[in-house]
Nanobody
Framework: VQLVESGGGLVQPGGSLRLSCAAS????????MGWYRQAPGKQREFVAR???????NYADSVKGRLTISRDNAKKTVDLQMNSLKPEDTAVYYC????????WGQGTQVTVSS
């Protein structure tokens, strides 16, 4: 199983970024997919998840600003991030469960003026 994130970077407060995660080695269409993040000095925390059927749920801190979506044909899961705040600064990780926990290598998101 391989998960590869892309799309991180530096953005000003109030700006937007779109993260993408490409998956391989799994039957993507039946797997739930998620995004987590880890800020410096803090534990990794849940951000958003999407089921195989497209149901979503979000951490309270990101509701209304971040949107998770999936493309089963492309085997990708995206995280559209709007109205970004400095507290969104973290390494963002793609996650799936397929007989075990699998994580991507992470992509850095920095929100700063």
């Amino acid at each position: 199983v391989q998960l590869v994130e892309s799309g991180g970077g530096l953005v000003q407060p109030g700006g937007s970024l779109r993260l993408s995660c490409a998956a391989s080695g799994i039957i993507f269409s039946i797997n739930p997919m998620g995004w987590y993040r880890q800020a410096p000095g803090k534990q990794r925390e849940f951000v958003a998840r999407i089921t195989s059927g497209g149901r979503t749920n979000y951490a309270d801190s990101v509701k209304g600003r971040l949107t998770i979506s999936r493309d089963n044909a492309k085997k990708t899961v995206d995280l559209q991030m709007n109205s970004l705040k400095p507290e969104d600064t973290a390494v963002y990780y793609c996650y799936t469960f397929s007989g075990g926990d699998y994580w991507g290598q992470g992509t850095q998101v920095t929100v700063s003026s």
